[in-house]
């Protein structure tokens, strides 16, 4: 098994914002539950919002203002919650991040939210950490998360073990992995390996592959030697329509696998993928998760009423953000913004179903899982409405 995993690692190649700063570590706090500042929720309370704006890139500046409209509808759908929403540009740099942070707690704001990216978000956390100040980051980078920094991306380890779950409960408990040579990859098998160890499945083994043509080509034969050495009855993937999945969804049916012999799993939107990809023979009853989605509609809906554009797709960060604090003052508590406070086992609802953040900064979303049939996107187990659930 060891001749499948000697591939090198070649850094960080990030694909779309999720993949950007993987390799930045966190503040390292220590976790104490009464971490935060006291406060008088009887009173306005100010909360930070932390937006990539002033960086000079359009598309950023868009991202910003629709993470912005996505705070104040949260606040507003709350209706009798008291809060001074104060705005911080960051430029998406850590400099910025950094100065920004200060400077809102030296106005007096008691949580932030935001900002966009690991390193902003990293020096951001560290910057008020001595202030007492919490920071909900809308990174999906884990490795980030702890002590006063907790993150609202959606995570490998959060899809993976949602996903590996149902395989496994199919009958699908001999798993591979097929994911790329960097450290977004890593992360990756990371996260099959223990969803695989929480589910009650065996981890047999992972092949990994480059963002090139020969690269990805050559981890076909790899991966079928896996397979049959193994005899993995399922094979995670990391691959999505930007990247390699056009390829795979080609390559590795007329190699002999398909989700037909080994069920295909995927950790990222492969509802986004062309419908070449999505009607091919062999991705027909492939597994991958999405979020409820009634409830991302409903936010969607919402959000365009109020607004009259569509929400960004990261714009549901800043509604859970802003959704979580203000459930949190609505108790009248001193307490409210405490790590106990915001780690509460109940969760929240958010604009794309009900989450909850873990004691280790990251967190927990309720997802639904889909396959392929006759190149449809079809839902095979919806998402749970709360935390209450068994196996949840």
């Not at 950023?60 to 540009?89: C, F, H, Q, W």
């Not at 992972?206 to 034969?221: F, Q």
Request: net charge positive.
């Amino acid at each position: 098994m060891a001749a499948l995993q000697h591939f090198k690692n070649f850094g960080l190649k990030a694909i779309s914002i999720f993949g950007i700063g993987l390799l930045i570590t966190g503040c390292n706090q220590t976790n104490t539950t009464s971490q935060g500042p006291k406060i008088d929720a009887s009173k306005e309370v100010m909360v930070g919002l932390m937006v990539p704006s002033g960086s000079s890139n359009n598309q950023t500046e868009l991202l910003a203002n629709s993470l912005i409209n996505a705070a104040k509808l949260a606040i507003t759908e709350m209706g009798n919650v008291k809060i001074d929403m104060r705005i911080y540009p960051t430029g998406g740099n850590a400099d910025q991040a950094a100065a920004a942070a200060q400077r809102a707690a030296s106005e007096g704001v008691k949580i932030l939210i935001g900002p966009l990216f690991a390193k902003a978000t990293n020096a951001a956390g560290t910057a008020v950490a001595g202030d007492n100040i919490n920071l909900l980051s809308f990174s999906n980078n884990p490795d980030i998360a702890g002590g006063n920094i907790f993150i609202l991306g959606d995570t490998f380890a959060n899809t993976a073990n949602r996903v590996v779950g149902y395989a496994a409960a199919q009958g699908k408990k001999s798993v591979a992995a097929l994911v790329r040579a960097d450290a977004a990859g890593n992360v990756a098998a990371n996260a099959v390996e223990a969803a695989t160890k929480t589910n009650g499945a065996a981890y047999v083994g992972v092949a990994k592959y480059e963002l090139s043509n020969e690269s990805t080509v050559a981890a076909i034969s790899v991966t079928k030697g896996l397979i049959q050495q193994t005899g993995a009855t399922a094979l995670v993937m990391d691959a999505d329509a930007a990247g390699a999945l056009p390829v795979f969804a080609q390559l590795l049916p007329e190699a002999g696998i398909s989700s037909a012999n080994t069920q295909f799993i995927g950790l990222t939107r492969w509802d986004k993928t062309p419908e070449r990809v999505r009607a091919s023979p062999g991705m027909q009853g492939a597994l991958f998760a999405l979020n409820d989605t009634s409830a991302t509609a409903s936010f969607q809906k919402r959000y365009f009423e109020a607004y009259g554009t569509k929400p960004h797709f990261l714009a549901g960060k800043a509604y859970d953000g802003m959704r979580a604090v203000s459930t949190l003052l609505q108790t009248g508590s001193q307490d409210a913004l405490t790590r106990n406070a915001l780690t509460r086992s109940a969760g929240f609802s958010g604009a794309n179903g009900v989450f909850r953040f873990l004691a280790d900064g990251t967190n927990q979303r309720a997802l639904a899982v889909a396959t392929f049939r006759e190149g449809q996107v079809i839902v095979v187990d919806p998402a749970p409405r709360s935390f209450g659930r068994v196996g949840f």
